[in-house]
């Protein structure tokens, strides 16, 4: 059953971020700097994604004096979940809808 998570445009520009390489481990600052998203937007995301196991979260341990910071990938299910929204949102039907949200 596919998880139920709303897909805000910036849910949608997190999964498109993490398509760009689903086998690598990201770090929320490069997810916020390449979608532009600030961490009290960003974070929230990340944190609905792992609780519905399409992402995948670990700790890195760190330095001496520095603090521990977390990793984020997408599960399997994850890349499939993220890469049919991406069929989706280039379906002409979604083209269409988006075009007439844009116009009112």
Same mark, same amino acid.
Request: aromatic share 10%; hydrophobic share 40%.
């Given at each position: 059953?596919?998880? =139920?998570?709303? +897909?805000?445009?910036?849910?949608? /520009?997190?999964?498109?971020?993490? +398509? /760009?390489?689903?086998? %690598?481990?990201?770090?929320?600052? %490069? ?7 600030k961490s009290g937007t960003l974070y929230p995301i990340l944190m609905r994604l792992a609780e519905r196991k399409l992402l995948q ?11 521990? @910071? ?6 399997? %299910? ?6 049919? =929204? @991406? ?7 979604? =083209? ?9």
């Open positions: 059953m596919e998880p =139920r998570l709303r +897909l805000s445009p910036q849910t949608l /520009q997190v999964l498109a971020a993490f +398509l /760009q390489a689903p086998a %690598d481990w990201k770090y929320g600052y %490069d997810i916020s700097r390449n979608t532009g998203l979260s670990s700790w890195e341990p760190s330095e001496i004096g520095k603090p521990p @910071r977390h990793l984020y990938r997408l599960t399997p %299910d994850g890349v499939v979940f993220a890469r049919a =929204r @991406r069929r989706a949102a280039l379906t002409p039907r979604a =083209r269409h809808v988006a075009w007439r949200g844009a116009e009112s």
